[in-house]
């Protein structure tokens, strides 16, 4: 996932949010940002999306929450 000079709007947590329910561990990687805007867009999008973020190194930001408890097949 990418995130570019919209920065983070309602659309990119919503796909944040998406993709951390289908795998659990994703990349996101910060476009156009200097290290304090990646910083503080990481942390943002961890406090919107009950992430934890796992490591960042350089532009690309690694976060991880767990899969939620499917239902039982029935």
């Known amino acids: 996932m990418q995130i570019g000079h919209g920065g983070l709007s309602a659309r990119v947590i919503a796909e944040v949010d998406r ?6 561990l994703i990349k996101v990687k910060f476009l156009d940002a200097d290290r304090h805007e990646r910083d503080a867009m990481a942390a943002g999008i961890c ?13 690309v ?10 239902p039982p097949a029935g």
């Open 47 to 59: 406090e919107k999306t009950d992430a934890a973020l796992v490591q960042q190194v350089g532009k």
């Open 61 to 70: 930001a690694v976060l991880w929450r767990p899969k939620p408890d499917e």
């Open 19 to 24: 993709a951390l329910t289908a795998h659990e």
